[in-house]
């Protein structure tokens, strides 16, 4: 089956400053990527769709600014967080997606602003 | 419009029981719904799917019952195990590449010995 690898697994990181988080698609090539954010015992929240070689698509009341994508190659998407705050904190998972049109989803980032 | 419900918010069941999760959206374009089963610390993973045009899918100890009309469906989870124990997220969307997934809210499962 398809795999989605994610780096780190998680992340501690001081307030004010960035942390990048990987995501990449081991033995597909994915056009298209997801970023969700999951806060403790909710649901998985759609932050924004990763387009290689073109700018992000954003949800609404997600800050463009803060989560900065970055979608370089067929295979890796990166998000950042820019001067992260202790609201920020969270789950942060990927998903891609192969030609079938089943989202597999990474093993999530853990995030952790102190 | 585009809310999937999904209730209960959390489940017991014994070792060996019936497990059962329901799910209700309202988008009637919505064509494609998937189950994903998370265990903590750990991203969701594909369980089992379904399409509107049949009304029940087993894939073993799993599956899923669909009623169109109402627009309703729901995973029953056969002889559940202690392994089973996870979090449950019924799921919808427009199938077709690169469409957004809508979550339903979750149910935590917790299968007893």
């Known amino acids: 089956g398809a795999v989605v690898s994610q780096h780190p697994s998680w992340v501690i990181c001081k307030s004010g400053t960035s942390v990048k988080i990987e995501c990449r698609s081991l033995?597909?090539?994915?056009?298209?990527m997801f970023w969700y954010r999951q806060f403790p015992k909710q649901s998985l929240m759609l932050m924004a769709t990763?387009?290689?070689?073109?700018?992000?698509?954003?949800e609404q009341g997600v800050e463009k600014d803060k989560f900065l994508i970055n979608h370089a190659s067929l295979t890796l998407s990166t998000l950042t967080v820019t001067s992260a705050h202790p609201e920020d904190s969270s789950f942060y998972i990927c998903?891609?997606?192969?030609?079938?049109?089943?989202?597999?989803f990474g093993p999530g980032t853990r995030l952790t602003v102190t | 419009q585009q809310q999937v419900k999904q209730s209960p918010q959390s489940l017991i069941v014994q070792k060996g029981g019936i497990s059962i999760i329901n799910c209700a959206y309202e988008?009637?374009?919505?064509?494609?719904f998937p189950w994903y089963q998370q265990f903590p610390g750990k991203g969701p993973a594909l369980l089992i799917a379904?399409?509107?045009?049949?009304s029940e899918k087993k894939e073993g100890r799993f599956t899923i019952s669909f009623n169109k009309s109402a627009k309703q469906f729901s995973l029953h989870i056969m002889d559940s195990q202690p392994g089973d124990s996870a979090t449950y997220f019924c799921?919808?969307?427009?199938?077709?590449?690169?469409?957004?997934?809508?979550f339903g809210t979750g149910t935590k499962l917790q299968v007893i010995p």
């Open positions: 998903s891609a997606e192969p030609k079938s049109y089943e989202q597999y």
């Open positions: 033995d597909f090539q994915a056009t298209t």
């Open positions: 799921a919808a969307r427009i199938s077709g590449g690169y469409q957004k997934v809508t």
């Open positions: 379904i399409r509107p045009d049949v």
């Open positions: 990763s387009n290689e070689g073109s700018k992000a698509t954003y």
């Open positions: 988008n009637t374009a919505f064509d494609y």
